[in-house]
């Protein structure tokens, strides 16, 4: 497995400045299971731009450890106009923009499997780029290798609770930039816990991990509802925090027939705006705020509507997440599901009632948290495409249907390390059971969308649509007209 360092992580490393344990961690663990680091020609190129000759020199001579990546691969005007939607790549990039763009291309066309660096504006191109899966920032790497080669599937405590703003502690450290971005902050919060406002919070013993702030006054004349505060604390990056409180979110306003969700976030947050681009949100007008440009966002929460094709499904069905674009323009599958990977994949279908919740605790793996999750089985079928519906039928379980998702893209792999990198963050196999399952096999790797847990469908239900237990991945299209009603019930519990 080849992995690929940005020069920021290289220089730490390397350089005059002591590495984090955090980072010394990062190494030891890829080491110890033969995961191979990298540099590019490019960033030995930066390197030796560095304004410290000391530091320069003492970087240039060590980092001869890592073998250097030259690839003839020149950055695609496709490419460059995907990681730069609303800007000139000639007028927007830095010096530095090529080496970044380079590294980020490597990824893109599987030169390497990974790249790690703590570059917030690589992050923001990763996420435009729909590689947010394969680029790492150091302690969600670590965590990726934890997970990978060392699991352990110890639960967390977390879990998202619904609090009145005055018994949230306005000290906390995670509204120290939002004091810092916002004059008056805590003025406006301290107005808010007057008025009885609420927040969705995920908190541990040590202090609040994300929270989402929310209006419901909205709702009842606009149909609308504004976020008002979203955010994630830095040291629980890669931990999928905020597609939960998202999807919170997003459910809440399914639940509550709510047709629009909006946020306003300042231009300068790339990474936060290509991030809430990824979900569907838009931008929809632009103002200013004590000198700084501010952008608002809209998501849209109806069924789609408008023309519909093919080529467009996926991206329709992502602008309208939760709904989904209906046969005959899309497949709908049953997906058998083993019971253990029901609960580390959708940590919110409770197995012991017919009552699902989106507040129940949160497992210590970040794909139970995530809107984007991956599966993969022993199956080399290529029937299923974008858009597609997934119906997840727990076998050996349950026996009942208890998820949707919605396909985003598949592959055909029978390599461990190919599987791997395809599923990224979003996966709940450890490295071993990957080579066990599925290593030397064909085995078919889906990237998909959780739209939300669904009351059960049992067997005996689908016995009365003369549709039997799935042993693998069924075709069930024909069936969708009946199926429909059952999928749409609305009981999902949502604080």
């Known amino acids: 497995m080849r992995v690929l360092l940005d020069t920021n992580i290289l220089i730490e490393t390397e350089g005059l400045v002591s590495p984090s344990g955090t980072l010394q961690k990062m190494f030891s663990t890829a080491e110890e299971n033969n995961i191979n680091f ?36 020149a950055v695609s005007e496709n490419f460059r106009n995907l990681i730069y939607p609303h800007t000139s790549p000639i007028t927007d990039r830095r010096p530095n ?23 917030k504006g690589i992050h923001t191109k990763a996420t435009r780029a729909g590689l947010q899966d394969r680029v790492f920032y150091i302690q969600e790497f670590l965590e990726f290798l934890e997970d990978k080669f060392v699991f352990t599937g110890v639960a967390a405590d977390n879990q998202i609770e619904k609090l009145p703003l005055c018994e949230i502690e306005i000290k906390d450290p995670i509204f120290d930039s939002l004091r810092e971005d916002y004059d008056g902050f805590e003025y406006w919060f301290n107005d808010k816990a007057r008025q009885g406002r609420d927040a969705w919070v995920i908190k541990n013993r040590d202090g609040i991990l994300g929270i989402c702030i929310y209006d419901p006054n909205n709702i009842d004349c606009e149909n609308k509802m504004k976020l008002c505060t979203f955010k994630v604390g830095d040291d629980s990056r890669g931990n999928k925090i905020g597609e939960l409180l998202l999807r919170q979110a997003i459910c809440f306003a399914y639940k509550n027939k709510i047709s629009d969700l909006w946020v306003e976030v300042f231009k300068d947050k790339e990474n936060i705006i290509a991030w809430l681009e990824s979900f569907g949100f838009g931008i929809i007008s632009e103002k200013s705020r004590n000198g700084r440009k501010e952008l608002k966002l809209k998501k849209v929460i109806s069924p789609p509507r408008g023309v519909c094709t093919r080529k467009n499904v996926l991206r329709k069905s992502i602008e309208h997440y939760p709904y989904w674009v209906k046969p005959p323009l899309t497949r709908v599958f049953l997906v058998p599901i083993q019971p253990g990977f029901v609960r580390n994949l959708f940590p919110d279908i409770d197995s012991n009632s017919t009552q699902l919740s989106l507040n129940l605790p949160i497992e210590n793996m970040p794909c139970g948290n995530a809107i984007r999750k991956a599966y993969v089985c022993k199956s080399a079928t290529r029937q299923a495409r974008p858009g597609d519906l997934l119906l997840f039928y727990e076998s050996g379980g349950r026996s009942d249907i208890v998820g949707l ?26 490295k071993n059971e990957i080579d066990e399952k599925f290593d030397g096999r064909m085995s078919l790797v889906i990237l ?24 693998s991945i069924t075709n069930v299209t024909n069936h969708y007209a009946t199926l429909e009603p059952l999928l749409l019930q609305d009981d999902i519990s949502i604080n």
């Open 448 to 471: 998909f969308r959780y739209l939300f847990p669904i009351k059960p469908i049992s067997l005996k239900q689908l016995g009365y649509l003369d549709l039997s237990a799935p042993q």
């Open 405 to 430: 998702g919605m396909v985003e893209k598949t592959s055909v792999e029978n390599q461990t390390e190919n599987i791997i990198s395809l599923i990224g963050k979003r996966s709940v196999y450890p």
């Open 97 to 119: 923009h090529d080496v970044d763009d380079h590294m980020l291309f490597c990824v893109y066309k599987n030169a390497v499997h990974y790249l790690v660096t703590g570059d």
């Open 38 to 73: 990298s540099t590019s020609g490019k960033s030995i190129d930066e390197i030796s731009r560095h304004r410290d000759p000391k530091e320069r020199q003492i970087t240039l001579d060590k980092v001869g450890k890592y073998p250097v990546l030259v690839f003839n691969l």
